[in-house]
C-alpha cells in the first residue's frame, strides 16, 4: 500500500510541476506550442491513453516491462487480443510514442512510404511474400522472408531498391 501511495503522489507531483521538455515555443507573428513527450513517459502516455480515451482501467506502469506484462495479460481471447492491439496502436499513433522515423518532415515520410510501398508491390510480383509498409513504419518489412539474402538481393536491385 506504501508504494501506491507513493506512485500517486509522484505522480500528482509530476502534474503539477513543469518541466523544459514539455513544450517548445516558437518566436514569430503567431506562438505555437507543441507537447514534447520523453520516452521515459512513454509508458505513462501510453497507459493514459488506454485508459482515458479507450475506457481501460490499467494501473500506471513502473516502466516499459511492466506495461508489457500488464497489457499480455489484458485478453482473454483472439477477438479482445486484436481489440486491444488496434487500441494500443492507435495511441502510439496518436501520440507518436516509439517512431523510429529518420524525418519529422510528413511529405519525406509521405514519399519513403509511396516508394516502399511500390517496392512492396513490385516484390510481391517477382513471388516474395512481402507486406505493404504502414505509414507509422514507412520500411518494407523483410524479416518474415525464408529466402536467403543472395537470392532477396537482385531482386531488390530489379525493383528499384538502393542502398
Known amino acids: 500500500m506504501n508504494k501506491v501511495t507513493l506512485l500517486i503522489f509522484i505522480l500528482f507531483l509530476n502534474s503539477c510541476s513543469t518541466t523544459s521538455n ?3 515555443a516558437s518566436l514569430s507573428e503567431s506562438t505555437t506550442t507543441s507537447l514534447v513527450i520523453v520516452e521515459e513517459d512513454y509508458p505513462v502516455v501510453l497507459t493514459q491513453c488506454l485508459n482515458e480515451e479507450k475506457g481501460y482501467n490499467i494501473a500506471t506502469p513502473f516502466d516499459i516491462e511492466d506495461l508489457k506484462t500488464t497489457i499480455s495479460q489484458l485478453s482473454n481471447n483472439k477477438d479482445e487480443e486484436l481489440k486491444l492491439g488496434e487500441d494500443v496502436n492507435y495511441c502510439i499513433s496518436k501520440y507518436n510514442l516509439w517512431s523510429d522515423s529518420s524525418s519529422a518532415n510528413p511529405e519525406e515520410l509521405a514519399k519513403l512510404y509511396d516508394e516502399n510501398l511500390e517496392l512492396a ?3 510481391r510480383e517477382k513471388g516474395l511474400n512481402v507486406p505493404d509498409p504502414i505509414q507509422q513504419e514507412p520500411k518494407v518489412d523483410l524479416s518474415g522472408l525464408k529466402e536467403p539474402k ?3 538481393m ?3 536491385q530489379e525493383c528499384g531498391w538502393q542502398k
Do not use: A
Open 154 to 156: 537482385p531482386l531488390l
Open 22 to 24: 514539455e513544450g517548445v
Open 121 to 123: 508491390k513490385c516484390l
Open 150 to 152: 543472395d537470392d532477396i
